[in-house]
């Protein structure tokens, strides 16, 4: 089924989660719902804070092929950065245009591309060393002239101090020039982007607290590090065009889409959590999603006052091992996970004041911390709109397919 998008009213915060409960009554959970006026409000908040730059998809943070699709119908959106090369050539089906945001070392992978007109065309490779360029050629000798972007670590170094994602190697401009060198020397390579994805600003909330650092030395951090990055990016773009011309600079991610456009070498940005508006995107000064997508857990237990138990739950997020990678409980206010159990394989026990009033076969919306994780439980989407569900959508699971 389609995601009927242009039949998208405004969205509301009243009400939102009584209008996703009314509207599910009939479908036995867990499941998961996306709200159509939800997430049309966030791709349209997204555009706007782009200021005109192309926006490019994410594909993790969505996981789901006709959300992409429907997406990529959208003005302001043009592209998709996929995870892996598999995910890239299923993809590179319907979508001309697809940046690999990872290096690959995947040989059948590999192989499959090279035999693939149309995904020759449609695929660009991210390496961060010569070394890639290697192995590359070592799974598949004397291949076609593949598309190669490479990547400028973007983290801010202060000292001993580190604030950004361990990725590419590549910090100098200096460095990118010759990395970019080695792949136009290279027979059956060519350079045609550069790619830096500055999560210290794209993934840290800049308003509250989060860890042990305060909110205001997060945001004294990313201004260092955006006047920091301003330079040597300029620098390693000017470094990479001495070689050729650059048919993309990629930057950014749904936190820092404002700081990103405004930056002049930028030609497009990365961003996927923004569409659905996990709950870790909750604490920016700059923006609020909108709660696009939940998951709806069904009350079955009943163990005693003040507290009831729900089937299933523990879609616990990737990253560090703090407590802001727990699902959040979304609706009926009132209610809090027990710390002692947390959010669990098979069942859940939510306690709170609201907890008396929930009977058996009623349900629980949880929000998940990051965006598409939640797409690899379930294998459907139930798009609702208004006061009904309007559509039912496979995500990656449901097409018998798994990111990773």
């Keep these: 089924m389609s995601l009927p998008l242009a039949d998208a009213g405004p969205w509301s915060a009243d009400g939102h989660w009584e209008r996703l409960d009314a509207a599910t009554s009939a479908i036995d959970g867990p499941f998961a719902a996306l709200s159509l006026e939800a997430l049309a409000h966030n791709l349209r908040d997204m555009v706007t804070r782009a200021a005109g730059t192309p926006l490019r998809l994410a594909t993790k943070s969505v ?56 995904a020759l065309a449609r695929v660009t490779l991210m390496v961060d060393s010569v070394e890639h360029l290697d192995a590359i050629d070592a799974a598949v000798a004397r291949h076609p002239e593949l598309r190669v972007a490479v990547e400028l670590d973007s983290a801010l170094e202060v000292g001993p101090m580190r604030f950004g994602v361990r990725r590419s190697p590549q910090r100098a401009p200096a460095a990118i020039g010759a990395l970019a060198r080695a792949v136009a020397a290279r027979p059956g390579f060519r350079l045609v982007g550069l ?28 201004r260092m590090s955006a006047a920091e990055l301003l330079d040597r990016r300029a620098a390693a773009v000017a470094a990479a065009r001495e070689v050729g011309d650059l048919e993309f600079v990629n930057g950014g991610g749904t936190g820092s889409i404002e700081t990103t456009a405004a930056d002049p070498v930028i030609t497009e ?136």
């Design 63 to 118: 996981r789901s092929r006709p959300v992409i699709e429907a997406v990529l119908q959208q003005p302001g959106w043009r592209g998709v950065l996929a995870a892996t090369l598999p995910e890239a050539l299923w993809l590179s089906a319907t979508v001309d245009d697809v940046l690999l945001g990872y290096p690959t070392v995947d040989r059948g992978a590999l192989r499959a591309l090279v035999a693939d007109e149309r």
């Design 195 to 222: 790619m830096s994805y500055e999560a210290q600003h794209a993934g840290v909330p800049d308003a509250q607290s989060r860890g042990a650092s305060p909110a205001f030395l997060v945001r004294a951090m990313q």
């Design 269 to 404: 940005i990365g961003a996927g959590s923004g569409v659905f508006g996990p709950h870790l995107f909750d604490g920016y000064r700059s923006f609020s999603p909108a709660p696009a997508l939940a998951f709806a857990l069904p009350v079955v237990r009943r163990p005693g006052p003040g507290v009831v138990t729900l089937l299933g739950g523990g879609w616990i997020a990737s990253g560090p091992r703090t407590i802001d990678r727990d699902p959040v409980i979304a609706w009926p206010s009132g209610l809090r996970l027990a710390s002692e159990e947390g959010a669990g394989e098979v069942q859940t026990p939510v306690l709170g004041r609201r907890a008396d009033a929930l009977r058996l076969g009623d349900r629980v919306w949880m929000r998940h911390a990051k965006a598409g994780e939640p797409c690899e439980r379930t294998d459907t989407l139930h798009v609702v709109a208004g006061d009904q569900v309007v559509s039912t959508l496979a995500t990656y699971r449901g097409e018998g397919r798994t990111l990773l």
